[in-house]
């Protein structure tokens, strides 16, 4: 009996612990994790958000990007982190969605994070450099099966190397891939001529096209995207079923205390759904919405296997 009582006191009192730390967190600086590199859309977001969220928990926000093996690096990284709550991932489709169908990662996907929040959707839309007699997706097809070889596409993460290899296979053309680390310096290429076209998400890539130095040409989204209504979607310029949609979303390592996911939900819904926050999202082109930690989990689920299924269908093998 007084085994089972000293049992039962030692129990109580890590209870009453783990709920007094819930209570005092953030004690110290949080770390917000970018699967990309400095100046892409993922570390964008997560300087605006971060911003906010520090002034939120009034405690600071630390915004370190890791990018490297389209964002597995970043996954690896955090899955391996203490589950306290201070190291938060802005994933995307790439490092829990895509790559373990392409590459061999060192993480499961599901089971070694923990879902926070949904952020939003990103829009990609297919950029070409405007020295090209190209204003159309069927321009670019016409041009790329009359030019074999000629046409390259340069990816910055697995949105681009599944839009290159689905496109070729679906339109028989010969588009060569380039691949790039990151979003950015793809797109720095392809505005000065070295790489033909890539597909950018609109945060990255907007002031460009405003600029002039690059020309979109279709949106990779099923439908049109009210950031950019006039630009029409792939699937209706002539690649039927063409459908790639892009997503952000905080997760932390596997074992994070409920309490402090509890917290941070809370506190992330409230910075993601301001307005102050959907404007400078706006600004940058991308849709902000937040979620449930169990609406966040079930959607990693539905597209991870929707992924497998691009992936498989675009004939793309693991590396």
Known sequence: MKKLLLALMAATAGLFAFYARADDFPSRPITFVAVFGPGSASDTLCRIIGDALGNELKQSVIVEPRPGADGALAATYVSRAAPDGYTLMLATNSPLSADPHLIKVSYDPIKDFTPVTRVGSFTLMLVVNPSLPIHSLAEMLSYAKANPG??????????????????????????????????????????????????????????????????????????????????????????????????????????????????????????????????????????????????????????????????????????
Request: charged share 20%; proline share 7%; glycine share 10%.
């Open 150 to 319: 000629k046409l390259s596409f340069a990816s910055g993460n697995t949105a681009g190397i599944v839009a290159v290899a689905t496109i070729n296979r679906w339109a028989g053309t010969d588009i060569v891939h380039v691949p790039y680390k990151t979003t950015p310096p793809a797109l720095q290429d392809v505005i000065a001529g070295r790489v033909s076209m890539m597909l950018a998400d609109f945060t990255t890539a907007m002031p460009h096209v405003q600029a002039g130095t690059v020309r979109p040409i279709a949106v990779s989204r099923i439908k049109r995207s009210s950031l950019f209504p006039e630009l029409p979607t792939i699937d209706e310029s002539g690649l039927t079923g063409f459908n790639l949609d892009t997503w952000a979303g905080f997760v932390a390592p596997a074992k994070t205390p409920p309490a402090v996911v509890t917290k941070l939900n809370g506190a992330l819904r409230k910075v993601i759904d301001s307005p102050d926050v959907q404007k400078k999202f706006h600004n940058v082109g991308f849709e902000g919405f937040s979620s449930t930690p169990e609406e966040l989990g079930d959607y990693i689920k539905v597209q991870f296997g929707m992924w497998g299924k691009m992936v498989k269908d675009a004939g793309i093998g693991v590396e």
